[in-house]
């Protein structure tokens, strides 16, 4: 993870939340107070989020010190310490909530990526995620399926060409002449993933030789029966009607990545709690 763009983020998110002060803390306790802030699981999952508490307490308060009980793609069960902090308690209180928020998102990610993946197990599958993320959050979402043990998609539209029905649509339904089109002015780094529904929209996508072939909506008994055309060079991908429940299928008809969407768009956020202690003479 960019520790740079991490602090830019967490920096932003707290002159969203503190404004010029917080009114609560500020005007209830000493400057110079101290405590402890203890970060604990109240549900089992995968733990996501390290360099966020690390950071995000830095970035308020350099004096902060912050000590980790686990760090990411431990498994952590209900009453589990995850962190514990000392320092300046209107510090703590100023971090809590932004940082707390960012680990039960990134840890529910992981959880969810985790229990697929190991559905996955004895399989050439992999998972992957999609452009589907919070916006403002991407790297953090992406990051927690790779700890989860996923693997990333594009990351934007900058980084590798997708063509999907409406640009083909454009190309007058034409996937060879959308694929010659942006490869005549593409970099030699750029990749290029083609979607398709039809039979002959895969045969059209292999004789243009495309880097990527994504099976979209395609049916695991249709994709066993179609991947046998598309030659090793190609790397295959399915998405879209792709759960839980049917998710081996799909790796079991042959296919080499499954992207799912839900994954970081539908994710529920992993228990998590923060609670300050006071140190008194």
């Keep these: 993870m960019n520790t740079i763009k991490l602090r830019s983020m967490l920096e932003q998110f707290y002159i969203e939340d503190i404004g010029d002060q917080d009114v609560s803390s500020d005007f209830l306790f000493p400057a110079d107070m101290t405590g402890q802030l203890e970060i604990k699981a109240k549900e089992a999952g995968i733990f996501c989020g390290m360099q966020v508490i690390q950071e995000g307490l830095r970035v308020i308060d350099p004096s902060i ?20 902090a000392s320092g300046s308690v209107r510090s703590l209180l100023k971090s809590e909530r932004v940082i707390l928020n960012l680990i039960q998102r990134m840890s529910a990610i992981a959880t969810a990526t985790d229990a697929v993946v190991r559905q996955l197990e004895g399989t050439a599958a992999r998972v992957c995620d999609t452009r589907k993320t919070m916006p403002g959050l991407r790297m953090l979402d992406k990051y927690a399926v790779r ?37 005549s002015v593409l ?83 992993l228990d998590l709690s923060a609670n300050v202690s006071f140190i008194t003479d």
């Design 187 to 269: 970099g030699h780094t750029i990749k290029i993933e083609v979607e398709i529904e039809t039979l002959d929209q895969l045969k059209e996508a292999i004789n243009a030789k495309a880097d990527i072939i994504m099976f979209d909506n395609c049916t695991p008994e249709t994709i066993k029966e179609w991947i046998e055309l598309v030659p090793d060079s190609i790397v295959t991908e399915a998405s879209g009607n792709i759960t839980g429940d049917n998710i081996r299928s799909y790796a079991e008809a042959g296919i080499d990545m499954i992207s799912l969407g839900y994954l970081t768009h539908s994710v529920k956020a």
């Design 65 to 84: 010190i912050v000590n980790m009980a686990v760090k990411d793609g431990d498994a952590i069960s209900k009453g589990d310490s995850v962190a514990i």
């Design 147 to 183: 700890v989860g043990g996923g693997v990333n998609h594009r990351y934007g539209l900058y980084d590798a060409v997708m063509l999907k029905d409406n640009h083909i649509a454009f190309a007058r339904g034409s996937i060879s002449k959308a694929v010659q089109t942006v490869r």
